[in-house]
């Protein structure tokens, strides 16, 4: 759809300067810039301040031959004001720490040590920007077919301070997941979407019985 895609390149933005307050785990850079404008011309230096996170991945596990999911349950300090509780219901998930790192590897490295699952095929549902106002952050989301018999528990690195809950679900309980309130992030929500618009295609190629 080239309509629907903006006048606008990399070329039409001006970095002025570069600054970084903050560097820990993540980082925090304060770009001054302008771009051009919609009607014409170069819009005024402004200071835009961005969190630099590393490239990221999520995954839902799938059984196709049991009809169950997998779904994790850890402490997020982002929850900590606004919801009732901050244990939040979610997908497998991590970030690249070693360079060169594909997404497919990551998530498959995520997948044992938050679950102890080894996944076969995988299927991306979706890449996209959780926020791009403020972050550079990118995220690769997939469902990864498993087997499940048995999975669940309690897992984590300790050194890293985890402590997950592993836990698996019946597919059927997708709708009510979604219209529970229980998950309420962005990644969880697109792929249990996902997963309910095409189980049965999905079943088809990975042979559920």
């Not at 972050?135 to 897992?155: Q, S, Y």
Request: aromatic content about 8%.
């Amino acid at each position: 759809m080239t309509e629907l895609s903006p006048p606008f390149t990399q070329d039409d933005v001006e970095i002025l300067e570069t600054e970084t307050p903050f560097q820990g785990f993540f980082r925090v850079d304060a770009l001054t810039l302008r771009h051009r404008h919609y009607q014409g011309g170069w819009g005024k230096p402004v200071r835009r301040e961005l969190f630099i996170r590393p490239p990221a991945a999520a995954v839902l596990p799938y059984d196709p031959v049991r009809g169950e999911i997998l779904l994790v349950e850890q402490f997020r300090v982002g929850a900590l004001e606004w919801r009732d509780t901050p244990w939040c219901l979610e997908l497998i998930a991590g970030i690249a720490d070693k360079d060169g790192e594909s997404a497919e590897d990551l998530i498959r490295r995520e997948a044992i040590e938050e679950a102890g699952l080894t996944l076969a095929e995988m299927e991306t549902v979706a890449q996209y920007m959780p926020s791009p106002g403020g972050t550079n952050e990118r995220l690769h989301v997939f469902v990864g077919k498993a087997d499940l018999a048995g999975a669940g528990g309690i897992f984590g690195c300790a050194d890293e301070g985890e402590d997950i809950r592993a836990m698996t679900l019946s597919a059927d309980t997708i709708p009510a997941l979604l219209t529970s309130g229980r998950v309420d992030n962005a990644a969880s929500l697109i792929a249990l979407q996902w997963l309910l618009l095409n189980r049965q295609e999905l079943d088809a190629r990975w042979g559920a019985k």
